[in-house]
Each structure stands twice: as C-alpha cells, then as structure tokens.
C-alpha cells in the first residue's frame, strides 16, 4: 500500500481539484503506459488468458488454462497474462512448458496479487484501465476463463471497445461453457431482444475445446492483416531497452 500513485487514483475520483493536483495525476498516467512501453515493446504477437486468482493447482480450470495456453503457444504466440497467481499463473506455466514466451502485466493490490514463478518477464501496474490497455495493445486474441468482477470488466469492456469500432476485431474465446451459462443466455437474450447485432458475435467463441480454440485462433490468425501479427520489435540498447528472453 505504499504506492504515491494507488493513493493519487483514489484522491483523484473524489471530484474537482486544484489543476496542479489534476495534472500531476495525468502524468502519473503518462508514465505507468511509458513504464508498460519499455517492458513490453518486444513481446511479439501474443495472445492474453483471463481468469480467476483464486484457482488452485489442482483445480479443472487451472488445468485447463494451463492445456489451452500451451496449445497456443505451439502456435508462435506468446502467452501474456495478469501475472498473478490462478488462472493466470497455469496459463504462464502451460506457455513456459511449450518453449513460448510467458509475459505477465501484473497489478498493484492490497492483497491477492503477486507475480507468479511462470514469467519470463513482467510489468507491475498501479491503475486497472493503464493495465487493461497495454493487455489489449499487445494482444491478437483473448481467452477468457472463469473468473470474478474483474475477468468480466476485462470481458465486456474489450466486447464494447469492438462493438463500437473503437478497437480492431479480433477473436474473443470464452472456456468453462457451464461456469458460464447464464452469460451465455444473457447474451443470446441481448440478441433476440435486438440489443447487440449477430455480427456482434462474429468473433466470440464459447468452448470448452483446446483444439477448437487453437483452430479458431489459427484461422484468424492466417487471415488477418493486422499489425499485431508482425515480428517482435527491435530493443535500443542506447534507449536502455532489453530484448525479451525465455527464462
């Protein structure tokens, strides 16, 4: 909790303040995305694993992700995750188990999170919304497992950003099909009652197949000319930059 910047975010949502107190915020914001810049810069294309802390090692869905992430990473991807432990610490293990790079971009909380062993290099973040864009910036694909509050904002939010056009489309799977049935049906309500369109769904998996996901990951994959496709950038040693390696 000793954090300048957790103690700003909260003093910052309490309303209007003097100008000075407002700017020195932004620019605690300008510099968590530059602190994200440097790490991150050299990834290459790379698909991200949401879920759940709260996992154990012998859960299915720990399991799972853990399946789904290595499959994925036998792709050419690497894996990136919240860098926590759970969901996302089985996701960074099944990456390192199949020779893939394993990136988290972790988040700075009183308790619940701390960077899991299965990294070959991770970034810690202050605010949720810096942390939720540089995951989107970086990724060509997000898979979705169970999880609580913040699986789902990470979600919705990324499903709104390409219903509006504000991001590229690209493919959104969603694993644990029962954990997630009433999300579902919700969804299928939406569109029967004409609230999101059928091409809303163009790109949403639900599945519970790892070699379902990895097929309509590829797919998207050969097609797609997006940029996030390319080869990792180059690190500049003068710019104190480090080129990412496998643990």
Request: glycine share 10%.
């Amino acid at each position: 909790m000793r954090n300048a910047f957790l103690k700003e975010e909260k003093k910052f949502m309490e309303g209007a303040r003097a100008r000075w107190k407002e700017l020195k915020y932004v620019g605690g914001v300008v510099m968590q995305f530059l602190k994200g810049f440097r790490e991150l810069h050299f990834i290459g294309p790379c698909v991200t694993v949401f879920g759940s802390a709260r996992f154990k090692a012998d859960h299915p869905y720990y399991e799972l992700a853990r399946e789904v992430s290595a499959e994925i990473g036998k792709l050419g991807f690497a894996i990136m995750t919240g860098g926590g432990p759970g969901i996302m610490e089985a996701a960074n293990r099944g990456a390192q188990e199949a020779g893939a790079l394993s990136v988290g971009c972790n988040i700075l909380l009183p308790h619940e999170q701390a960077h899991n062993p299965y990294l070959d290099r991770f970034v810690t973040m202050e605010y949720f919304f810096v942390r939720k864009e540089l995951l989107r910036k970086y990724s060509f694909a997000f898979v979705v497992l169970p999880g609580g509050f913040g699986t789902l904002d990470e979600f919705f939010e990324t499903l709104t950003l390409i219903q509006t056009g504000k991001i590229q489309r690209f493919p959104i799977v969603v694993m644990g099909v029962g954990f997630h049935k009433e999300i579902i049906a919700h969804v299928q309500r939406m569109m029967d009652e004409q609230t999101i369109s059928p091409e809303d769904m163009d790109l949403l998996l639900f599945t519970d197949s790892v070699q379902e996901v990895v097929a309509h990951i590829r797919k998207h994959a050969e097609g797609s000319p997006s940029i996030k496709l390319e080869p990792p950038r180059k690190a500049t040693w003068l710019l104190g930059e480090r080129k990412l390696k496998r643990a």
